[in-house]
């Protein structure tokens, strides 16, 4: 009941903040330029709750799924009737004021992804060490794609399907977003470039594509459990293992060694804040594997950037997320892409939990992206979408005239089929992501 409650919690802060910023923003600039803004509301469909002030109704409305801003006679005249409008009509406005109104609000979306990561640069976070370290094979997993296609340990990764990769944080994103694919991996071996195809597996109900070749990543204590075999043999939170019997260990290594030396005395070699120090560590048995109590995460380094270099960070992760959505969408239409990575409300409420769980500033980074996200999403031009309005306001300066009311209500309502049809899909998406055979346990036969 509390993970329920802690969900829906996550939920409505994530959400309430980000339809809050994005209708924000069409309403001060719909407020700036004179046009009457009608309806303030969060959600769509039979008004719940809300109040008046002025000639705005701010509501709170049956589903969550958005928001909106309704303006005085938005998409209900043509050109042939702008001189009989009152002056805080809508489309008594010129194109590029009514412009701004629209783009706004996808705007404020992504300055507040910018505002909200370079703030979290300045405060300083941990992350992966191995991210930003040049794509150097350290550790093949066996039977793995990456082995049976003839990958050998000191490759260096310098391209995935033509693209440059430069760090472990490129390649993860490369090889992610294309599962069950056959791509093409260029490496440097002994000073000599090779193409080697790989074809990826799908892990994780997230379809996330997977190789099955790492960095020499080491293994950080995340977490030590009270009365463990790590916490009485003096493992603490933050040691870094760099060996374990005089062997350098990795990441990935890590666990199943463990698991493998049930009752045997090992010695630890660790990293503490700079010391190198040794510990003796016995595996207890728990069923038929050695455990020693510890919760693991690849090395992290914390990064902290002083205030020009956190927007000068801020507005590279952005821009090179904002690429990210526009590729998978296009892979998405063409086929390259599995729906399976697509992330609805109910996988949106699910991480918005952890992230709560997680800290603060956790659920301030899970925000920025999703806010980023949205603006990019919301400027596609899709007819009930910012971008589909602002793709009719394009037409109408193409052909120096504002089209009918007619056009513009046909082109609204092809737009509400499309958002209807992709919300069941996006919903169902969800669902039968959490089922055991995907969308084949809709089928009854």
């Known amino acids: 009941m509390a993970t329920v409650f802690g969900t829906i919690l996550a939920f409505i802060i994530v959400f309430g903040i980000l339809v809050f910023i994005h ?11 004179g046009i009457r803004v009608e309806t303030f509301s969060f959600g769509y469909g039979k008004r719940l709750v ?28 043509g050109a042939e009737e702008k001189a009989k409008l009152p002056h805080d009509h809508f489309m008594a406005k010129k194109r590029w004021q009514r412009f701004l109104v629209l783009v706004t609000g996808s705007v404020m979306n992504i300055v507040l992804a910018v505002v909200i990561s370079t703030s ?37 990764i310098i391209s995935i399907d033509g693209a440059r990769v430069k760090t472990w944080s490129d390649v993860e994103l490369a090889i992610g977003t294309k599962p069950n694919r056959l791509i093409v991996v260029e490496v440097r071996r002994d000073s000599q470039a090779l193409s080697l195809e790989l074809e990826t597996e799908k892990r994780t109900r997230y379809a996330l594509g997977y190789a099955g070749f790492t960095g020499e990543f080491l293994t950080q204590v995340r977490m030590v459990k009270p009365d463990s075999p790590a916490e009485k043999a003096g493992l603490r939170k933050g040691d870094v293992i760099l060996a374990v019997n005089g062997e350098p260990i990795y990441f990935y290594q890590f666990v199943g060694f463990i698991e493998r030396h049930p009752g045997q005395e090992l ?27 510890i919760y693991q995460e690849p090395q992290t380094v914390q990064k902290q950037y002083g205030f020009f270099a956190a927007i000068k960070e801020s507005l590279r992760e952005n821009v090179r997320n904002a690429f990210l959505v526009i590729r998978f969408v296009r892979d998405l239409i063409v086929g390259q892409a599995s729906t399976e990575q697509l992330g609805g409300p109910l996988e ?10 997680m800290g603060f500033l956790a659920m ?14 919301n400027l596609f031009p899709i007819p009930v979408f910012d971008g589909g309005q602002i793709f009719v306001l394009a037409l109408e300066g193409l052909f120096r005239r504002d089209f009918s009311p007619k056009v513009r209500q046909i082109w609204m309502q092809v737009g509400f089929v499309i958002f209807v049809f992709l919300i069941v899909f996006i919903i169902l998406n969800d669902i039968v992501k959490r089922m055991p055979n995907g969308w084949e346990s809709l089928i009854p036969w």
Do not use: C
Request: charged share 25%; proline share 5%.
């Open 23 to 33: 209708e924000f923003g069409h309403f001060f600039v719909a407020k700036l330029v």
């Open 50 to 77: 809300g109040f008046r002030r002025k000639e705005t109704d701010y509501r709170i409305s049956l589903v969550p799924m958005g928001g909106y801003v309704k303006f005085l006679g938005e998409a209900e005249a």
């Open 348 to 357: 949106i409420a699910s991480f918005s939990y952890a992230a709560l769980r």
């Open 364 to 377: 301030l980074s899970w925000i920025g992206l999703i806010s980023l996200q949205l603006g990019i999403i």
């Open 267 to 293: 010695e630890f070699s660790v990293d503490r804040q700079g010391e190198r120090i040794t510990l003796r560590v016995t595996p207890k048995l728990e069923g038929k594997v050695g455990k020693i109590g």
């Open 120 to 156: 979290v640069n300045m405060i300083g976070v941990d992350a992966p060490a191995y991210q930003d370290e040049k794509p150097v094979i350290g550790w093949i997993d066996p039977g793995s794609p990456a082995q049976k296609a003839g990958f050998w340990l000191g490759d260096e």
